[in-house]
């Protein structure tokens, strides 16, 4: 599949880190480091403007790898990017862990899917039919 993009970084494009990869990861674009301090969040620009074709988004997920070692992922995740949108992608990261981390221009910050999604018209109805589930919900399937 290909995809329009416009690359105003100074950064190779987004590419997958091997064959079987889901996600390619997404790098800082920053005129000087940032400094996100304990419970800080920023809005971190990555130079990216895309095109998607209709039935498709851009999801924008946290890296494993940072989340883990640093405590730094990202709000409002999985961050959707919709096919109409046209302005740069940007990340919301957040520092969770007790110590200042720095993102310096270049860095690995994200992972984008593009997913195929459906749109979905509505046929309302008075009844829903019954599931051994029911409406149990919020982790009363772990409950014995």
């Given amino acids: 599949m290909k995809v329009k993009i416009v690359n105003r970084s100074r950064h190779p494009l987004p590419s997958y880190s091997t064959l079987l990869s889901a996600g390619m990861d997404l790098r800082a674009n920053l005129e000087t480091p940032l400094v996100l301090s304990p419970g800080a969040r920023a809005l971190v620009p990555t130079g990216l403007y895309i095109s998607l074709p209709q039935g498709y988004e851009a999801q924008i997920r946290p890296r494993s790898g940072l989340a883990l070692k640093k405590g730094?992922?990202?709000?409002?995740?999985?961050?959707?990017?919709?096919?109409?949108?046209?302005?740069?992608?940007?990340?919301?990261?957040?520092?969770?862990?007790?110590?200042?981390?720095?993102?310096?221009?270049?860095?690995?910050?994200?992972?984008?899917?593009?997913?195929?999604?459906?749109?979905?018209?509505?046929?309302?109805?008075?009844?829903?039919d019954d599931t051994v589930r029911g409406a149990g919900g919020f982790g009363h399937t772990g409950r014995n």
């Fill in 72 to 128: 730094i992922t990202l709000l409002n995740t999985p961050g959707t990017i919709d096919a109409d949108y046209r302005g740069e992608i940007g990340v919301i990261a957040v520092n969770l862990s007790q110590e200042d981390f720095t993102i310096g221009d270049g860095d690995r910050i994200a992972q984008m899917v593009i997913a195929r999604h459906e749109t979905v018209e509505w046929e309302q109805c008075e009844e829903l």
